[in-house]
C-alpha cells in the first residue's frame, strides 16, 4: 500500500466519543458512492450496524468537526451526518459490494491499525519514561530536570494563539 494513500486518509480519522471514526461523506467519498447511497445501504441493513459500528452526531460533535474541517464534503448539513468506527467501515463496504468499496476497506482498515499501534507506542513510551523516573529519583534534581523535559516532548503541541476576526478600531 503506497505511504501517499495513507498520507491521505489518515487526517479524515477522528476521534470522537472516545472512538477512532470517519465521516459518512468521507468513507463514501473513498468508496466511490455518493453519501446518500452509502446511509442508503446502511438503513437497509441497520442491523449490522450496532452503536459501537456507526453512530449520529449531535450539534455539540457536529461543530467540532466543522472546526477540524474548514470545508466538509457535501457544505451543508439537512441532516447530522454519522461517523463509522473501524469496524463500521468495514462492514459498510461489505453491505455496499462494489469493488472500489472492498479494495479502499482494507486500505482504511490498515489506516486504523497504524493510528493504533501509533497510540500505544506512545503509552509504552511514558509507561518506560515513568519507571525510568521512580528508578532514577534518588539521584536527585538533574534527572528530574531531564524526565521534566522528556515529559514535554511527549506533551501534544499548545494550540497556536488564533487572530482575532472583524473590524479593528484605532484605539
Not at 7 to 17: S, V
Not at 22 to 47: C, K, S
Not at 81 to 90: M, S
Amino acid at each position: 500500500m503506497p505511504t501517499a494513500e495513507l498520507a491521505n486518509i489518515t487526517p479524515l480519522i477522528l476521534t470522537l466519543r472516545g472512538e477512532r471514526v470517519i465521516l459518512d461523506a468521507h468513507l463514501a467519498a473513498l468508496y466511490g458512492v455518493p453519501t446518500r447511497t452509502l446511509n442508503q445501504a446502511v438503513r437497509r441493513n441497520r442491523e449490522r450496524f450496532p452503536e459501537e459500528f456507526m453512530f449520529q452526531l449531535n450539534r455539540e460533535e457536529l461543530a467540532q468537526v466543522r472546526s477540524q474541517f474548514v470545508i466538509l464534503p457535501g457544505g451543508h448539513f439537512r441532516y447530522l451526518p454519522y461517523v463509522f468506527t473501524e469496524h463500521g467501515a468495514l462492514m459498510a463496504a461489505n453491505v455496499l459490494q462494489s469493488p472500489q468499496a472492498v479494495t479502499m476497506s482494507v486500505t482504511l482498515v490498515k489506516v486504523f491499525v497504524k493510528l493504533r499501534r501509533m497510540a500505544l507506542t506512545v503509552e509504552e513510551l511514558a509507561r518506560k519514561v515513568g519507571t525510568l523516573e521512580r528508578g532514577f529519583r534518588q539521584h536527585g534534581e538533574q534527572f528530574q530536570a531531564v524526565f521534566d523535559a522528556l515529559r514535554q516532548l511527549m506533551a501534544p503541541p499548545p494550540e497556536p494563539p488564533r487572530r482575532k476576526i472583524g473590524f479593528k478600531t484605532g484605539d
